[in-house]
Protein backbone atom coordinates (compact mmCIF):
# COMPACT_ATOMS: atom_id res chain seq x y z
CA UNK A 1 0.00 0.00 0.00
CA UNK A 2 0.93 3.68 -0.27
CA UNK A 3 2.46 5.24 2.75
CA UNK A 4 1.01 8.54 3.44
CA UNK A 5 4.49 10.45 4.49
CA UNK A 6 3.03 14.02 5.01
CA UNK A 7 0.16 14.47 6.65
CA UNK A 8 -2.79 16.39 4.61
CA UNK A 9 -5.64 17.71 6.94
CA UNK A 10 -8.90 16.97 5.31
CA UNK A 11 -10.54 19.26 7.77
CA UNK A 12 -9.21 21.99 5.54
CA UNK A 13 -10.95 22.52 3.18
CA UNK A 14 -8.37 24.50 1.28
CA UNK A 15 -5.24 22.31 1.21
CA UNK A 16 -5.49 21.59 -2.36
CA UNK A 17 -5.99 25.67 -2.83
CA UNK A 18 -2.42 25.63 -0.99
CA UNK A 19 -0.95 23.61 -3.12
CA UNK A 20 -1.92 26.05 -5.82
CA UNK A 21 -0.99 29.20 -3.99
CA UNK A 22 2.23 31.58 -4.88
CA UNK A 23 3.17 31.34 -1.01
CA UNK A 24 3.24 27.22 -1.53
CA UNK A 25 5.28 27.34 -4.99
CA UNK A 26 7.69 30.40 -3.71
CA UNK A 27 8.85 28.06 -0.43
CA UNK A 28 8.96 25.19 -2.84
CA UNK A 29 11.93 27.17 -4.85
CA UNK A 30 13.31 27.71 -1.91
CA UNK A 31 13.76 24.37 -0.67
CA UNK A 32 14.27 22.30 -4.33
CA UNK A 33 16.31 25.31 -6.14
CA UNK A 34 20.31 24.87 -6.60
CA UNK A 35 22.63 27.50 -5.97
CA UNK A 36 22.36 28.86 -8.89
CA UNK A 37 18.65 29.17 -8.26
CA UNK A 38 17.29 26.38 -11.23
CA UNK A 39 14.80 23.81 -10.89
CA UNK A 40 13.74 20.94 -12.60
CA UNK A 41 10.18 19.93 -13.18
CA UNK A 42 7.74 17.70 -14.93
CA UNK A 43 4.13 17.76 -15.76
CA UNK A 44 1.65 15.47 -14.39
CA UNK A 45 -1.97 14.17 -14.17
CA UNK A 46 -4.40 11.46 -14.29
CA UNK A 47 -4.94 8.21 -13.02
CA UNK A 48 -2.30 6.48 -15.25
CA UNK A 49 0.63 9.09 -15.75
CA UNK A 50 0.81 9.79 -11.93
CA UNK A 51 1.54 6.54 -11.46
CA UNK A 52 5.02 6.75 -12.35
CA UNK A 53 6.23 9.75 -11.03
CA UNK A 54 8.19 8.39 -8.00
CA UNK A 55 9.96 6.59 -10.61
CA UNK A 56 10.87 10.03 -12.23
CA UNK A 57 11.74 11.57 -9.03
CA UNK A 58 14.42 8.74 -8.16
CA UNK A 59 15.78 9.20 -11.56
CA UNK A 60 16.33 13.14 -10.78
CA UNK A 61 18.08 12.04 -7.77
CA UNK A 62 20.39 9.65 -9.86
CA UNK A 63 21.60 12.60 -12.37
CA UNK A 64 21.50 14.92 -9.52
CA UNK A 65 25.04 16.88 -8.23
CA UNK A 66 23.22 16.78 -5.00
CA UNK A 67 22.87 13.45 -3.50
CA UNK A 68 20.53 15.20 -0.94
CA UNK A 69 18.46 17.14 -2.91
CA UNK A 70 17.11 16.21 -6.93
CA UNK A 71 16.32 20.37 -7.45
CA UNK A 72 13.39 18.89 -8.75
CA UNK A 73 9.74 18.93 -8.06
CA UNK A 74 6.28 17.77 -9.63
CA UNK A 75 3.85 19.97 -11.49
CA UNK A 76 0.12 18.07 -10.54
CA UNK A 77 -2.37 18.88 -13.03
CA UNK A 78 -5.14 17.72 -11.03
CA UNK A 79 -6.00 16.80 -7.55
CA UNK A 80 -4.94 12.65 -8.41
CA UNK A 81 -1.57 13.71 -9.02
CA UNK A 82 -1.09 16.02 -5.74
CA UNK A 83 -2.47 13.68 -3.58
CA UNK A 84 0.24 10.87 -5.26
CA UNK A 85 2.70 13.11 -5.11
CA UNK A 86 2.14 13.76 -1.29
CA UNK A 87 1.47 10.79 -0.42
CA UNK A 88 5.45 9.04 -1.66
CA UNK A 89 7.08 12.26 -0.38
CA UNK A 90 7.57 14.10 -3.75
CA UNK A 91 7.27 18.02 -3.75
CA UNK A 92 4.23 18.93 -5.41
CA UNK A 93 2.91 22.23 -6.87
CA UNK A 94 -0.56 22.35 -7.68
CA UNK A 95 -1.18 24.35 -11.49
CA UNK A 96 -4.85 25.04 -10.78
CA UNK A 97 -7.39 27.64 -13.08
CA UNK A 98 -8.22 30.15 -10.16
CA UNK A 99 -12.46 30.69 -9.55
CA UNK A 100 -12.80 33.68 -11.01
CA UNK A 101 -11.39 32.56 -14.34
CA UNK A 102 -13.87 29.39 -13.99
CA UNK A 103 -16.25 31.48 -13.96
CA UNK A 104 -15.58 32.93 -17.38
CA UNK A 105 -15.66 29.66 -19.01
CA UNK A 106 -18.70 28.75 -21.15
CA UNK A 107 -18.29 24.91 -21.32
CA UNK A 108 -16.91 24.24 -17.73
CA UNK A 109 -16.93 20.72 -17.24
CA UNK A 110 -15.53 20.33 -20.76
CA UNK A 111 -12.99 22.48 -20.19
CA UNK A 112 -11.97 20.79 -16.74
CA UNK A 113 -11.35 17.97 -19.10
CA UNK A 114 -9.42 18.84 -21.58
CA UNK A 115 -5.92 16.90 -21.31
CA UNK A 116 -4.10 19.13 -23.80
CA UNK A 117 -5.41 22.55 -22.61
CA UNK A 118 -4.12 21.46 -18.80
CA UNK A 119 -1.11 20.47 -19.85
CA UNK A 120 -0.56 23.87 -21.93
CA UNK A 121 -1.26 25.82 -18.79
CA UNK A 122 0.52 23.92 -16.86
CA UNK A 123 3.90 24.78 -18.77
CA UNK A 124 3.18 28.46 -19.22
CA UNK A 125 1.67 29.54 -16.45
CA UNK A 126 4.11 27.90 -13.75
CA UNK A 127 6.75 28.80 -15.99
CA UNK A 128 5.72 32.60 -15.65
CA UNK A 129 5.19 32.42 -11.94
CA UNK A 130 8.82 31.04 -11.40
CA UNK A 131 10.52 33.62 -13.58
CA UNK A 132 8.66 36.15 -11.73
CA UNK A 133 9.61 34.78 -8.64
CA UNK A 134 13.50 35.34 -9.70
CA UNK A 135 14.23 31.85 -10.57
CA UNK A 136 14.70 29.48 -13.57
CA UNK A 137 13.33 26.57 -14.59
CA UNK A 138 14.29 23.42 -17.02
CA UNK A 139 10.78 22.20 -17.68
CA UNK A 140 10.82 18.51 -18.55
CA UNK A 141 7.61 16.04 -19.92
CA UNK A 142 7.44 13.07 -18.42
CA UNK A 143 8.51 11.39 -21.81
CA UNK A 144 11.77 12.92 -21.64
CA UNK A 145 14.28 10.34 -19.96
CA UNK A 146 17.67 11.96 -18.75
CA UNK A 147 21.21 10.52 -19.01
CA UNK A 148 23.10 13.03 -17.19
CA UNK A 149 21.72 16.34 -15.66
CA UNK A 150 21.15 18.53 -18.23
CA UNK A 151 21.48 22.00 -15.94
CA UNK A 152 25.20 20.50 -17.01
CA UNK A 153 24.83 21.18 -20.74
CA UNK A 154 23.26 24.66 -21.53
CA UNK A 155 24.75 26.80 -24.27
CA UNK A 156 27.02 29.09 -22.95
CA UNK A 157 27.57 31.38 -21.38
CA UNK A 158 23.73 31.04 -20.40
CA UNK A 159 22.92 34.45 -19.25
CA UNK A 160 22.60 35.30 -23.14
CA UNK A 161 19.53 33.25 -23.36
CA UNK A 162 16.12 33.97 -22.29
CA UNK A 163 15.29 30.20 -23.57
CA UNK A 164 17.09 26.86 -24.66
CA UNK A 165 14.65 24.50 -25.71
CA UNK A 166 15.31 21.35 -27.31
CA UNK A 167 14.38 20.72 -31.46
CA UNK A 168 13.26 17.39 -33.71
CA UNK A 169 16.62 17.07 -35.39
CA UNK A 170 15.96 17.72 -38.74
CA UNK A 171 11.85 15.97 -38.81
CA UNK A 172 10.41 19.29 -38.83
CA UNK A 173 11.08 22.70 -37.96
CA UNK A 174 9.06 23.62 -34.78
CA UNK A 175 10.35 23.87 -31.50
CA UNK A 176 9.99 20.74 -29.33
CA UNK A 177 7.91 21.49 -25.78
CA UNK A 178 9.07 18.35 -24.75
CA UNK A 179 12.23 19.67 -22.82
CA UNK A 180 13.26 23.50 -22.54
CA UNK A 181 14.89 25.86 -20.11
CA UNK A 182 13.57 29.60 -19.07
CA UNK A 183 16.02 31.44 -17.38
CA UNK A 184 14.66 34.59 -15.24
CA UNK A 185 14.96 37.71 -17.08
CA UNK A 186 12.87 40.62 -17.95
CA UNK A 187 12.26 39.54 -20.90
CA UNK A 188 11.35 36.33 -19.93
CA UNK A 189 8.88 37.41 -17.74
CA UNK A 190 7.12 39.79 -20.14
CA UNK A 191 7.18 36.77 -22.91
CA UNK A 192 6.04 34.31 -20.64
CA UNK A 193 3.31 36.16 -18.58
CA UNK A 194 1.59 37.06 -22.44
CA UNK A 195 2.21 33.19 -23.34
CA UNK A 196 0.06 31.83 -20.30
CA UNK A 197 -2.51 34.63 -20.59
CA UNK A 198 -2.86 33.72 -24.29
CA UNK A 199 -3.15 30.25 -23.12
CA UNK A 200 -5.93 30.92 -20.89
CA UNK A 201 -7.98 33.23 -23.04
CA UNK A 202 -7.33 30.95 -26.45
CA UNK A 203 -6.10 27.70 -25.51
CA UNK A 204 -9.05 25.65 -25.55
CA UNK A 205 -9.57 25.97 -29.34
CA UNK A 206 -9.47 22.69 -31.31
CA UNK A 207 -7.12 23.80 -33.34
CA UNK A 208 -4.10 24.91 -31.01
CA UNK A 209 -1.31 22.89 -29.36
CA UNK A 210 0.80 24.13 -27.18
CA UNK A 211 3.87 23.30 -29.36
CA UNK A 212 2.37 25.02 -32.61
CA UNK A 213 1.16 28.32 -30.33
CA UNK A 214 4.77 28.68 -28.87
CA UNK A 215 6.63 27.94 -31.68
CA UNK A 216 4.66 30.62 -33.37
CA UNK A 217 5.19 33.21 -30.64
CA UNK A 218 8.58 32.98 -30.99
CA UNK A 219 8.00 33.89 -34.52
CA UNK A 220 9.07 30.54 -35.89
CA UNK A 221 7.30 27.86 -38.51
CA UNK A 222 4.22 28.20 -36.98
CA UNK A 223 4.31 31.71 -37.82
CA UNK A 224 3.43 31.63 -40.86
CA UNK A 225 -0.01 29.86 -39.95
CA UNK A 226 -3.14 31.90 -40.58
CA UNK A 227 -5.08 30.18 -37.50
CA UNK A 228 -1.97 31.75 -35.09
CA UNK A 229 -1.78 35.05 -36.77
CA UNK A 230 -5.75 35.90 -36.11
CA UNK A 231 -5.13 35.71 -32.30
CA UNK A 232 -2.17 36.51 -30.90
CA UNK A 233 -1.53 40.02 -31.71
CA UNK A 234 0.17 41.54 -28.42
CA UNK A 235 0.34 45.21 -28.09
CA UNK A 236 3.90 45.11 -27.86
CA UNK A 237 6.71 43.44 -29.67
CA UNK A 238 7.35 39.97 -27.69
CA UNK A 239 11.55 40.02 -28.00
CA UNK A 240 13.14 37.43 -26.57
CA UNK A 241 16.62 35.92 -27.43
CA UNK A 242 15.98 32.48 -27.56
CA UNK A 243 17.86 29.19 -29.41
CA UNK A 244 17.49 25.69 -29.45
CA UNK A 245 19.43 23.82 -27.81
CA UNK A 246 20.82 19.86 -27.69
CA UNK A 247 21.47 19.45 -23.76
CA UNK A 248 24.85 17.65 -24.80
CA UNK A 249 22.18 14.46 -26.53
CA UNK A 250 21.97 13.35 -22.97
CA UNK A 251 18.30 12.33 -22.92
CA UNK A 252 16.25 10.19 -24.52
CA UNK A 253 12.51 11.69 -25.47
CA UNK A 254 10.41 8.46 -26.20
CA UNK A 255 6.97 9.81 -28.04
CA UNK A 256 4.36 7.75 -27.70
CA UNK A 257 0.66 6.76 -28.35
CA UNK A 258 -0.14 8.36 -25.06
CA UNK A 259 -0.03 5.76 -23.03
CA UNK A 260 2.00 5.72 -19.71
CA UNK A 261 1.89 2.09 -19.68
CA UNK A 262 3.25 1.68 -23.11
CA UNK A 263 5.73 4.81 -22.40
CA UNK A 264 7.23 3.03 -19.22
CA UNK A 265 7.37 -0.45 -20.62
CA UNK A 266 9.20 0.87 -23.97
CA UNK A 267 11.46 2.81 -21.04
CA UNK A 268 11.76 -0.26 -18.96
CA UNK A 269 12.80 -2.51 -22.23
CA UNK A 270 15.68 0.13 -22.82
CA UNK A 271 16.83 0.12 -19.38
CA UNK A 272 16.14 3.64 -18.93
CA UNK A 273 14.03 3.64 -15.98
CA UNK A 274 15.41 4.24 -12.84
CA UNK A 275 17.78 1.97 -10.82
CA UNK A 276 14.98 1.45 -7.66
CA UNK A 277 12.88 -0.19 -10.64
CA UNK A 278 15.54 -2.46 -12.44
CA UNK A 279 16.88 -3.56 -9.38
CA UNK A 280 20.71 -5.03 -8.77
CA UNK A 281 22.20 -8.01 -7.14
CA UNK A 282 21.01 -6.46 -3.46
CA UNK A 283 17.75 -5.99 -4.65
CA UNK A 284 14.93 -7.98 -3.28
CA UNK A 285 11.85 -10.02 -5.22
CA UNK A 286 9.77 -12.39 -4.63
CA UNK A 287 7.12 -13.94 -7.34
CA UNK A 288 4.90 -17.31 -7.29
CA UNK A 289 5.59 -19.32 -10.89
CA UNK A 290 2.03 -20.03 -11.86
CA UNK A 291 1.46 -21.10 -15.65
CA UNK A 292 -1.99 -22.06 -15.42
CA UNK A 293 -4.17 -20.20 -17.92
CA UNK A 294 -7.07 -21.33 -17.10
CA UNK A 295 -6.83 -20.94 -13.24
CA UNK A 296 -10.34 -19.43 -12.25
CA UNK A 297 -10.50 -15.93 -10.62
CA UNK A 298 -11.30 -16.76 -7.84
CA UNK A 299 -8.26 -19.09 -7.06
CA UNK A 300 -6.65 -16.19 -8.72
CA UNK A 301 -7.66 -13.61 -6.35
CA UNK A 302 -6.58 -16.10 -3.12
CA UNK A 303 -3.49 -16.63 -4.83
CA UNK A 304 -2.79 -12.49 -4.82
CA UNK A 305 -4.37 -11.83 -2.04
CA UNK A 306 -1.97 -14.17 -0.07
CA UNK A 307 0.94 -12.60 -1.69
CA UNK A 308 -0.18 -8.91 -1.00
CA UNK A 309 -0.57 -9.96 2.98
CA UNK A 310 3.22 -11.79 2.97
CA UNK A 311 4.21 -8.52 1.28
CA UNK A 312 2.43 -6.34 3.87
CA UNK A 313 3.62 -8.42 6.95
CA UNK A 314 5.71 -11.09 6.53
CA UNK A 315 8.49 -9.81 3.28
CA UNK A 316 7.79 -6.04 3.52
CA UNK A 317 10.77 -5.68 2.37
CA UNK A 318 10.99 -7.63 -0.66
CA UNK A 319 8.73 -6.05 -4.09
CA UNK A 320 6.79 -8.44 -5.40
CA UNK A 321 6.60 -9.58 -9.07
CA UNK A 322 2.86 -10.70 -10.25
CA UNK A 323 2.51 -14.29 -11.64
CA UNK A 324 2.32 -14.32 -15.18
CA UNK A 325 -0.65 -16.78 -15.31
CA UNK A 326 -0.18 -17.40 -18.99
CA UNK A 327 2.48 -20.08 -20.61
CA UNK A 328 3.77 -17.37 -22.83
CA UNK A 329 4.15 -13.56 -22.00
CA UNK A 330 4.55 -12.36 -25.73
CA UNK A 331 0.79 -13.77 -26.43
CA UNK A 332 -1.15 -13.68 -23.50
CA UNK A 333 0.75 -10.76 -21.19
CA UNK A 334 -0.78 -9.70 -17.15
CA UNK A 335 -2.17 -6.66 -19.03
CA UNK A 336 -4.69 -8.30 -21.27
CA UNK A 337 -6.06 -10.57 -18.14
CA UNK A 338 -5.77 -8.11 -15.67
CA UNK A 339 -7.12 -4.66 -14.78
CA UNK A 340 -3.08 -3.07 -14.32
CA UNK A 341 -4.34 0.39 -13.87
CA UNK A 342 -6.86 -0.42 -11.05
CA UNK A 343 -4.54 -2.62 -9.41
CA UNK A 344 -1.69 -0.59 -9.12
CA UNK A 345 -3.95 2.34 -7.89
CA UNK A 346 -4.35 0.74 -4.71
CA UNK A 347 -0.40 -1.46 -4.52
CA UNK A 348 1.96 1.08 -6.04
CA UNK A 349 4.01 0.79 -9.20
CA UNK A 350 6.96 1.48 -6.96
CA UNK A 351 6.47 -1.85 -5.11
CA UNK A 352 4.91 -4.06 -7.37
CA UNK A 353 6.48 -5.30 -10.87
CA UNK A 354 4.60 -6.82 -13.67
CA UNK A 355 5.60 -10.55 -14.78
CA UNK A 356 7.38 -9.28 -17.59
CA UNK A 357 10.06 -7.56 -15.56
CA UNK A 358 11.76 -11.08 -15.35
CA UNK A 359 12.24 -11.10 -19.20
CA UNK A 360 14.32 -7.61 -18.82
CA UNK A 361 17.90 -7.60 -19.82
CA UNK A 362 18.26 -5.82 -16.63
CA UNK A 363 16.99 -8.79 -14.66
CA UNK A 364 19.42 -11.55 -15.38
CA UNK A 365 21.95 -10.23 -13.65
CA UNK A 366 19.89 -10.22 -10.33
CA UNK A 367 20.45 -13.93 -8.27
CA UNK A 368 17.37 -15.82 -8.88
CA UNK A 369 16.14 -19.07 -6.34
CA UNK A 370 12.80 -21.34 -6.58
CA UNK A 371 12.00 -22.73 -2.99
CA UNK A 372 8.68 -23.83 -1.08
CA UNK A 373 7.84 -20.54 0.98
CA UNK A 374 8.45 -20.97 4.87
CA UNK A 375 6.44 -18.79 7.19
CA UNK A 376 9.01 -19.72 10.11
CA UNK A 377 12.09 -17.74 7.95
CA UNK A 378 11.97 -14.16 7.96
CA UNK A 379 14.20 -13.88 4.53
CA UNK A 380 15.90 -10.46 5.32
CA UNK A 381 19.22 -11.74 4.51
CA UNK A 382 18.66 -12.67 1.37
CA UNK A 383 19.08 -11.15 -1.41
CA UNK A 384 17.56 -11.36 -5.36
CA UNK A 385 14.34 -12.91 -6.52
CA UNK A 386 12.26 -15.38 -4.43
CA UNK A 387 10.12 -18.21 -6.61
CA UNK A 388 8.02 -19.21 -4.48
CA UNK A 389 6.39 -23.15 -5.55
CA UNK A 390 2.74 -22.45 -6.11
CA UNK A 391 1.75 -25.21 -3.49
CA UNK A 392 3.76 -23.53 -0.40
CA UNK A 393 1.22 -20.04 -0.03
CA UNK A 394 -0.84 -20.46 2.47
CA UNK A 395 -4.05 -19.12 0.99
CA UNK A 396 -5.94 -19.33 4.60
CA UNK A 397 -3.58 -16.01 5.99
CA UNK A 398 -5.50 -13.30 8.11
CA UNK A 399 -5.69 -9.68 6.38
CA UNK A 400 -3.15 -7.85 8.45
CA UNK A 401 -6.24 -5.28 9.26
CA UNK A 402 -9.99 -5.18 8.45
CA UNK A 403 -10.32 -2.70 5.73
CA UNK A 404 -7.52 -4.83 3.60
CA UNK A 405 -10.00 -7.36 2.04
CA UNK A 406 -11.83 -4.36 0.75
CA UNK A 407 -8.94 -3.41 -1.01
CA UNK A 408 -8.14 -6.43 -2.15
CA UNK A 409 -11.40 -6.81 -3.68
CA UNK A 410 -11.85 -3.57 -5.17
CA UNK A 411 -8.41 -3.99 -6.92
CA UNK A 412 -9.16 -6.84 -8.59
CA UNK A 413 -11.13 -7.23 -11.80
CA UNK A 414 -10.27 -9.81 -14.27
CA UNK A 415 -10.76 -9.94 -18.15
CA UNK A 416 -11.59 -13.28 -18.36
CA UNK A 417 -10.92 -15.25 -20.01
CA UNK A 418 -8.13 -13.38 -22.20
CA UNK A 419 -8.36 -14.06 -26.03
CA UNK A 420 -4.99 -14.73 -27.96
CA UNK A 421 -3.72 -11.29 -29.43
CA UNK A 422 -6.21 -9.62 -27.35
CA UNK A 423 -6.42 -5.90 -26.06
CA UNK A 424 -5.31 -4.41 -23.28
CA UNK A 425 -7.74 -5.31 -19.62
CA UNK A 426 -7.96 -1.76 -18.77
CA UNK A 427 -12.09 -0.43 -18.52
CA UNK A 428 -14.87 -2.62 -18.00
CA UNK A 429 -18.02 -1.68 -18.78
CA UNK A 430 -20.32 -0.32 -16.17
CA UNK A 431 -22.57 -3.01 -15.63
CA UNK A 432 -19.62 -5.67 -15.23
CA UNK A 433 -18.68 -3.35 -12.37
CA UNK A 434 -21.84 -3.01 -10.70
CA UNK A 435 -21.65 -6.87 -11.09
CA UNK A 436 -18.62 -7.14 -9.36
CA UNK A 437 -19.33 -4.64 -6.29
CA UNK A 438 -22.63 -6.78 -5.33
CA UNK A 439 -21.03 -10.27 -5.17
CA UNK A 440 -20.08 -10.06 -1.64
CA UNK A 441 -23.38 -9.00 -0.52
CA UNK A 442 -25.39 -11.78 -2.39
CA UNK A 443 -24.03 -14.94 -0.40
CA UNK A 444 -27.19 -17.16 -1.51
CA UNK A 445 -29.49 -14.65 -2.25
CA UNK A 446 -32.02 -15.68 -4.74
CA UNK A 447 -33.45 -12.48 -5.50
CA UNK A 448 -32.18 -9.94 -7.92
CA UNK A 449 -29.68 -8.27 -8.59
CA UNK A 450 -28.28 -11.35 -6.53
CA UNK A 451 -29.90 -13.82 -8.84
CA UNK A 452 -28.28 -12.97 -11.90
CA UNK A 453 -24.55 -13.83 -10.48
CA UNK A 454 -22.70 -16.43 -11.56
CA UNK A 455 -19.65 -18.23 -9.98
CA UNK A 456 -17.83 -17.72 -13.06
CA UNK A 457 -17.94 -14.25 -11.24
CA UNK A 458 -17.61 -14.70 -8.41
CA UNK A 459 -14.07 -12.94 -7.14
CA UNK A 460 -13.72 -15.27 -4.01
CA UNK A 461 -15.64 -18.27 -4.36
CA UNK A 462 -13.55 -19.82 -1.58
CA UNK A 463 -12.59 -18.32 1.25
CA UNK A 464 -10.53 -20.29 3.58
CA UNK A 465 -9.42 -17.16 5.19
CA UNK A 466 -12.50 -17.22 7.03
CA UNK A 467 -13.03 -19.13 10.12
Not at 161 to 180: A, T
Not at 220 to 247: E, Q, V
Request: hydrophobic share 35%.
Amino acid sequence: MIIVSEEISISNGDSFSRYASDNHLRALLRQQANSRHQVIATIVGGDSYSLFIWDWYERMFEVSNNTNNCHCFVIAMDEIAVILAVKRGIPVYYSAFPFNQQLKWINTIEVRQHSLYRVGHAKFDTSARIVRMGYSIMLSELDVFWKKNLLNYLKQPTDVYDLQISHHYGSHPRVNIGLFYVRSSNASISFFSYVADFWVRYGKGGYLSDQRVLDALLNNYDRIDKTYLKAMKPSTPLILNWTTCGFGNHFSHFMTDGSAFVLFNKAAKLGKRSKKFHGEKKSKFFTVQVNNRNMSISQRNLLVRALLILQHTKLQDRTLILPAFSSDLTITPITYQLDIKKFLLYWSEERIRLPDYLLLNSTQSILSRTLPYSSEKAYTDTNGILKFTLGSIPLDLPAPYPQFDVYVRDSLLWCSPPTVGGVWCLHHPRDYGATMEILFSCRGDPYPPCANKTEKNEQFLERPYEH
